[in-house]
């Protein structure tokens, strides 16, 4: 009696070719070196990491950095709050998108950058809970 039909998956195991079995005649492709896995737009943006989330653009007030309403923003809750980068905060228990900008002596702001670029700065900046930091965005350009 075979013993990989004994223990469960075993059999799968046995049945699959692995690359140790496989005996590879005349040369070797060059092109094999240089090979890539399929493409995966998960792992590229870290998809599935408890601090990677999806969020749903509900307004314009990024128009100026190119995030538009319905835009879906991939957005790490451990990135670094850095100069020039777009964020989520809480402001009176309120979601916001904004962008983070520091002025000549190192103090940083927060500001909303319409579509021809004017600055508007948030007020009630007192008590501000950055939320996360946005990594990617993804736009529909279908029709």
Request: aromatic share 6%.
């Amino acid at each position: 009696m075979n013993t990989a039909f004994l223990t469960p998956g075993r059999r799968i195991e046995r049945l699959c070719l692995s690359p140790e079995k496989l005996k590879i005649t005349g040369f070797q492709s060059p092109a094999g070196d240089h090979e890539q896995g399929p493409l995966s737009i998960d792992e590229y943006v870290g998809l599935g990491a408890p601090h990677i989330w999806l969020w749903i653009a509900d307004s314009d007030v990024l128009a100026g950095l190119g995030i538009y309403q319905h835009d879906v923003l991939v957005v790490n809750r451990t990135g670094k709050a850095n100069p020039g980068r777009a964020a989520i905060v809480i402001i009176d228990n309120e979601f916001k998108l904004c962008s983070i900008l520091t002025d000549t002596e190192k103090k940083r702001s927060l500001v909303t950058i319409d579509r021809q670029g004017e600055c508007q700065h948030l007020a009630g900046q007192d008590d501000v809970v950055l939320w996360g930091i946005i990594d990617f965005l993804f736009r529909d350009l279908r029709p």
